[in-house]
């Protein structure tokens, strides 16, 4: 079935140095990759996207990579900071179609940035 | 423009109770998804409707059901409430448009706690 794997589930780092967090998942159909941030006590926020017709996107400190070959996608945030502190998500669209709601998501990985 | 509202927060209910959870999605928003979370299993999606027909629909028991009215608030439903239905209950809208970009926005979600 439609399974997304993540890693790692706990990071933690000094402040300003980067994060890479790695996904990789099982449809080969899947065209639209999503990353997630969640705070405590909130619901997740987008933070960044990338579509399987690009192989990188970047977005000031935050920067996602695609590897269509080997199924997998990459989270990276540059000069981290305290405040990017918080549970990140990934996830594949589900069937290949990007125009649902449905999602796969990966397990999560709880990211401290110590001051 | 208003987020993404659900109502309530947070509940307590007895096994063999039923819930139903209320969603508002963002204005002009036709499509509403929704999710459980739990530490265990992460965020699994339960189903989606779009101008108020189901859509998808995830792998969870019948018990579960869900509706969307004509101006687009969704409600879920859980009846027979057992104790592994504790979770986070998110539910997210998406524009879906023709230049939908497949962002969903997600609410701060329905604690729901079965004693």
């Known amino acids: 079935g439609e399974n997304v794997e993540q890693h790692p589930s706990t990071l933690s780092v000094q402040e300003g140095d980067s994060a890479v967090i790695k996904c990789t998942y099982s449809d080969s159909a899947s065209n639209y990759f999503p990353w997630y941030k969640q705070e405590l006590g909130k619901g997740p926020q987008l933070i960044i996207d990338?579509?399987?017709?690009?192989g990188e996107k970047k977005d000031q400190r935050i920067a996602v990579t695609l590897n269509k070959t080997a199924k997998h996608f990459s989270l990276h945030i540059t000069e981290t900071q305290p405040e990017d502190s918080a549970v990140y998500f990934c996830?594949?669209?589900?069937?290949?179609?990007?125009?649902?709601?449905?999602?796969?998501f990966g397990q999560g990985t709880t990211l401290q940035v110590k001051p | 423009k208003a987020g993404v509202t659900q109502t309530p927060r947070y509940l307590i209910k007895t096994r063999g109770q039923q819930v139903t959870l209320s969603c508002s999605p963002i204005?002009?928003?036709?499509?509403v998804s929704w999710y459980q979370q739990t530490p265990g299993q992460g965020l699994q999606f339960l189903f989606e409707?779009?101008?108020?027909?189901?859509?998808n629909k995830g792998n969870f028991p019948g018990r579960f059901s869900g509706r969307q009215f004509s101006n687009s608030r969704s409600e879920m439903n859980v009846s027979t409430l057992e104790l592994g239905d504790s979770a986070l209950y998110l539910c997210a809208s998406s524009s879906m448009g023709q230049q939908t970009t497949g962002e969903l926005f997600f609410g701060e979600g329905s604690r729901l706690t079965v004693l």
């Open positions: 990338i579509r399987s017709n690009v």
């Open positions: 996830a594949a669209s589900s069937h290949g179609s990007s125009n649902t709601g449905k999602l796969i």
């Open positions: 409707y779009f101008s108020e027909t189901q859509r």
């Open positions: 204005s002009g928003h036709r499509s």
